[in-house]
């Protein structure tokens, strides 16, 4: 229960971040006072949604593992996330599903013509069903410019430059929508991209689990990763409630002029007599007429 975004501007040479700080570890939630965006590289950072307890080793891992490559390029630390990430996984579905059994992946395979098939049918199910229910969001910037990469179950590992933009955690739809009705492009200048990721963050705080108390805007382009400070975060909060006010004004306008629509016809009913002058077959009919007022 997040949210988590990025969103590329600049003609895809920059790249910001945002993001609440809801912490989510078994069946609990709160905020905490830390960033949910970790620093992988320089120039490269994630960010996750939902259980905090597989994140730490799994970032941990990757950032182990990259500390001897020189320079990493944005897919080498979202292949290095991945493959961390399908590990645990693994690790996970072994622990739940074979070790009980006195077995892990190595005896299963070999055991196989002596387990009985209902028996391996049912691990191998178990094993492709299992989830972390993890989502991670890789942003950075290197040689050949900005970039965002989604990995998620059961280990996928997807490039969202095409797009520009990637939510993740149970606001994503409220963000998305705000990207989608912006019209927004990679092209937008820094200040606009700014502020639209803090809005589509803003937005999202509308869907249950989102963090409201704070709001983390980062930037990544040639010159690595940084933060704005909070004065910076309090214009923004500014031009927001400023939007905000303006689609409220706009609302009491809309909802007069829908007031003064006629968007059906109204029936008219009249009873009309016929019949003969000594009252023989005489009959009262109803007409309805349609007209608009």
Known sequence: MTVC????????????????????????EYE?????????TECCAVMTAGSALQQVDLI???????HNHK?????????????????????????LHLQP???????FLSLQDKLSENLILRLTRNIEQEQLKLQLVV???????????????????????????????????????TFIRSAYSPNLPLNRA???AYQAKRDAEMAPGVGAKYTDIGVIDEDGLRFLEDEALDKLRSAYDRLMGRHRDGHGDTDAQVDALTLFPIEKVTKVTEGGDDGSNKHTTQKITKHKN
Not at 142 to 164: M, R, S
């Open 194 to 196: 700014v502020f639209l």
């Open 71 to 95: 320079h990493p390029s944005v897919i080498d630390v979202a292949t290095e996330l991945r493959e961390q990430f399908v590990q645990i996984r693994r690790d996970q579905a072994s622990q």
């Open 32 to 40: 905490q006072d830390v960033r949910k965006v970790h620093e992988v």
């Open 139 to 177: 942003a950075g910037y290197d040689i050949t410019g900005a970039h965002i990469y989604y990995i998620g179950d059961p280990g996928v590992l997807y490039c969202y430059d095409a797009v520009g933009f990637c939510a993740i955690g149970s606001g994503e739809h409220h963000a998305e929508l």
């Open 5 to 28: 975004l990025a969103v590329l501007c600049k003609n895809s040479k920059a790249i910001v971040l945002a993001a609440d700080r809801m912490l989510t570890a078994g069946d609990t």
């Open 60 to 66: 941990r891992n990757a950032q182990g593992n990259l």
């Open 101 to 107: 059994l006195g077995l892990d992946f190595k005896a």
